[in-house]
């Protein structure tokens, strides 16, 4: 970076690039010794000590003088009460973005199937949802209502009866949107704990807190470090790392637009990473110059100036193709195709979370209510990993039935395979059931 430039300036062309976008995308996602070990005496704990670990730790790490669990649980007209604490135009955003995502969500549902082959004998698959489903959320000023919503409600379509959520209250904070999207979005029990002693009671159960079978949400390194932990004993949707966006552009979108689409990830934090790709130079000039204008207006502005400084990049492509091909390599969460036919270049995008379309798609509206949602793969994970969705809330058997006919056609397949692995019992399981010529 050069001195009065807000993000580096890189050249796909360079002989060197490849190195360089290797650095600027390294991030380390596995916490220290300290924080690991740190994590794990806390799972510890919680699994001997149930409900009085989490009172201890809640009074330890969120100031709260609790003298019994009972003081950490919300009923369910708690959550009710916070839909006519907010505002009328928040309670109307929040049912508009829920209804869009669960009308979105819907589509994703998976019936069971089976076919019948000749013989009689049936195949199929079973699907059904998760008995119980666990949600974090984040608590205090730094809390995302949006992922309530986003969290819960494909639980729900998927028709997992319990969804319980996990929201820290530090110094007795409560934010009302939380609880209010809880409650539009069909929670069933809130505990008000947090941290990797919640992720343990999820995890394992307490007197008080049910067990689950997956845990989904984001949180700190403590709590990613406790998903990471307990996966196994339950599921868990991604280890998620920081959030990102990239955006191609052919040079013919307002410049500010996209200077401000890379802000909308680069506020998130300081890891945080905002990329554009384009192959015309001097439009990267005039982005740097509305991002130099239009950052000093940010609220977050020095979280967003040490992202964009750290991780973020402007980077030159030959062309298109070069821009795709950049794209793929980095396999964002966020990419934004802010071109005039995005639909010529999206057959050739192989690797991302979300995929924005066109000058007017703002990664923003993904964020909240556009229906797709916003739990996403991070950290290049988009080259085998998908958006959260209703089918990580269903689980899927294999229905096998043999008619006689069918046994003895399968039989002897299986006796010749089983007897090859030297599996005795397993051949002569499949040839009892041989019907003699």
């Not at 199937?113 to 984040?138: C, H, K, M, S």
């Not at 988009?382 to 399968?410: H, N």
């Not at 089983?418 to 003699?436: P, Q």
Request: hydrophobic fraction near 40%.
């Amino acid at each position: 970076m050069t001195a009065g430039t807000i993000t580096r300036r890189l050249n796909a062309q360079a002989t060197d690039f490849n190195t360089q976008l290797d650095q600027l995308l390294s991030w380390e996602s596995v916490s220290d010794a300290t924080i690991n070990q740190r994590v794990l005496d806390i799972i510890d704990n919680v699994r001997s000590r149930g409900d009085a670990a989490l009172i201890d730790y809640t009074r330890q790490f969120d100031g709260l003088n609790v003298a019994q669990m009972s003081d950490l649980i919300l009923p369910r007209e708690r959550l009710e009460l916070a839909l006519t604490r907010i505002t009328a135009e928040q309670r109307t955003a929040l049912e508009t973005a829920a209804q869009r995502v669960r009308q979105y969500h819907e589509k994703q549902v998976q019936d069971s199937w089976r076919y019948t082959e000749a013989n009689g004998t049936v195949l199929g698959q079973q699907v059904t949802p998760l008995d119980r489903a666990g949600l974090y959320v984040p608590g205090g000023k730094a809390s995302y209502p949006s992922s309530v919503l986003m969290n819960a409600i494909p639980a729900k379509v998927a028709g997992v009866p319990e969804v319980v959520m996990v929201v820290p209250t530090p110094r007795g904070e409560i934010n009302e949107l939380v609880l209010a999207a809880a409650a539009i979005a069909g929670v069933d029990r809130v505990f008000t704990i947090g941290g990797a002693q919640a992720v343990a009671a999820l995890a394992y159960g307490t007197e008080s807190v049910p067990p689950v079978d997956k845990i989904v949400g984001p949180g700190n390194i403590y709590v990613a470090t406790a998903k990471r932990h307990v996966f196994g004993k339950v599921g868990i949707d991604m280890i998620a790392g920081p959030s990102e966006i990239l955006v191609i552009c052919d040079g013919k979108t307002d410049p500010d637009w996209i200077a401000m689409d890379l802000f909308s990830q680069a506020e998130h934090d300081e890891d945080a990473q905002s990329i554009l790709l384009s192959p015309d130079a001097d439009f990267l000039d005039q982005v740097e110059a509305s991002m130099q204008r239009l950052l000093p207006t940010l609220e977050r502005e020095e979280i967003a100036r040490i992202s964009l400084r750290e991780r973020g990049a402007l980077i030159h492509v030959a062309d298109m193709a070069q821009a795709v091909a950049v794209a793929n390599r980095i396999a964002p969460e966020h990419l934004e195709l802010s071109v005039e036919n995005p639909e010529e270049l999206l057959p050739q995008i192989r690797h991302a979370g979300a995929i924005f379309m066109g000058r007017y798609t703002a990664e923003a509206l993904g964020d909240y209510c556009a229906g797709p949602n916003h739990v996403l793969p991070t950290s290049g994970t988009a080259r085998f990993s998908s958006p959260l969705g209703v089918y990580d809330f269903q689980k899927r058997s294999s229905i096998i039935y043999c008619s006689p006919e069918g046994a003895s056609e399968l039989g002897k397949v299986a006796s010749v395979l089983a007897r090859g692995e030297s599996l005795t019992a397993h051949a002569r399981s499949a040839e009892y059931r041989i019907k003699a010529d």
